[in-house]
């Protein structure tokens, strides 16, 4: 039986998401814009899974804009603040430097377009320290972008003192919580914040849905122009297959997690004391509160790839960090920031766990990897290796 242990790149879809998207297919094929009946039957549909996912997040139903993603909910949110306080003449953009792509790239992309941005640091903890955000905002900046918990170490950021700081300074808080949803209790009145981004296969629903959340009287420019579905925000008619398939992951997710997240907190830290103490010369990457299901370790003198092909033979999915940045060879940016070496972040695995994970699994990567490592490490010191 294969084994996997990559949730943070995207999770199995739940049965009964499918079971509920299945439904939503054959039933709810109505265009959700349309008067007749067979298009309130799709209205009602976005209705449902609107309310559920705006309770996962403490929400009211209304704020919630449903997407094609998570990277275009970070989109949304950033290009959307980034247009709307152009009058305003704030022209600066600030993120951290461990940011998922999806929003990195996008301030990137708005910087070859005449704004500035600001990539504040982490320390090895890899957690923004507020007093750098402090120094970096400015009366010109007009959105701060800071995950809820990094998708490579799972480590969760300051957010509500981080959004405390950017209202001080009349500047809006975008959180990308792809990561902690479905995780992490969220309350988006007390994270403070003004946009918060979700991803659907995440939290065991389907892929390339997503919503955005935006405090109300929120004002954005929508990046794209069309019909006025999603509140005049996210043009195209609506996915609702996907989007029902949502609300129904987000109302599991919600019904149980509590005890999930303990659950897999449990399981994490059983693999993690393990692997320290079976493999010398490993080390945990990030440190303070993670989401409970990550651990983000080092291997040292092992080359991270080779480990997780030696793993993938033996029937165990495993990661390196970001799946859209894996096979670039690069090392992660995140370790990178952390200040790690390039030798010790090419060292270094994800382990993110998941619903169906159990104590047995752990048990198994705790005898399987120590004698890869040893091993790889035997093969990388052999002279053929050296001369190659
Ligand atoms: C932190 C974070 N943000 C954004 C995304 C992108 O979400 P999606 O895959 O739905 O575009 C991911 C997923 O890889 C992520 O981990």
Redesign the pocket.
């Given at each position: 039986m294969r084994l996997y242990l990559d949730h943070?790149?995207t999770t199995p879809v739940d049965p009964r998401v499918a079971d509920a998207m299945n439904d939503a297919v054959r039933r709810c094929f109505g265009n959700a814009s349309s008067i007749h009946a067979f298009g309130q039957a799709a209205k009602a549909a976005l209705d449902d899974a609107r309310s559920a996912t705006a309770e996962l997040l403490g929400a009211r139903a209304n704020d919630v804009i449903f997407t094609g993603?998570?990277?275009?909910a970070?989109n949304l949110a950033i290009r959307g603040v980034a247009e709307a306080a152009l009058p305003a003449g704030r022209r600066h953009l600030i993120a951290s430097a461990i940011e998922?792509e999806?929003v990195l790239n996008t301030l990137k992309a708005l910087t070859k377009r005449g704004w500035t941005s600001t990539l504040l640091p982490v320390g090895p903890s890899g957690v923004v320290d507020p007093a750098d955000l402090e120094a970096a905002i400015t009366d010109r900046t007009a959105i701060v972008s800071i995950?809820h918990a990094?998708?490579e170490i799972g480590t969760v950021q300051p957010v509500a003192e981080l959004a405390g700081i950017a209202h001080a300074h009349g500047a809006l808080f975008h959180t990308?919580a792809?990561?902690t949803a479905g995780k992490l209790p969220i309350d988006v009145t007390a994270l403070g914040v003004d946009l918060l981004?979700i991803?659907a296969?995440?939290l065991n629903g389907p892929?390339g849905v997503?919503a955005l959340w935006t405090r109300r009287g929120m004002r954005l420019v929508a990046p794209t122009t069309g019909g006025r579905q999603e509140r005049n925000r996210r043009a195209g008619t609506e996915n609702v297959p996907a989007i029902a398939g949502l609300g129904v992951a987000a109302g599991l997710a919600a019904s149980k997690l509590a005890v999930e997240a303990g659950r897999l907190a449990t399981l994490r830290d059983r693999l993690e004391a393990g692997l320290l103490e079976r493999v010398p010369d490993s080390t945990v990457n990030g440190s303070g509160e993670r989401v409970p299901n990550t651990t983000n370790m080092s291997f040292h003198g092992v080359e991270a790839e080779a480990l997780l092909i030696a793993l993938d033979l033996e029937g165990i999915a495993v990661s390196t960090g970001?799946?859209?940045s894996s096979g670039t060879l690069q090392p992660s940016h995140v370790l990178r920031a952390m200040g790690l070496t390039p030798q010790r972040a090419q060292s270094s695995i994800r382990f993110s766990l998941g619903l169906g994970n159990t104590e047995a699994d752990v048990e198994r990567v705790l005898d399987a990897l120590p004698p890869l490592v040893v091993r790889l490490r035997a093969l990388s010191r052999s002279p053929a290796h050296a001369h190659a």
């Open positions: 943070n790149a993603s998570g990277t275009e970070d998922h999806a995950m990094n998708n990308d792809v990561q981004s991803s296969h995440k892929k997503g970001s799946a859209c």
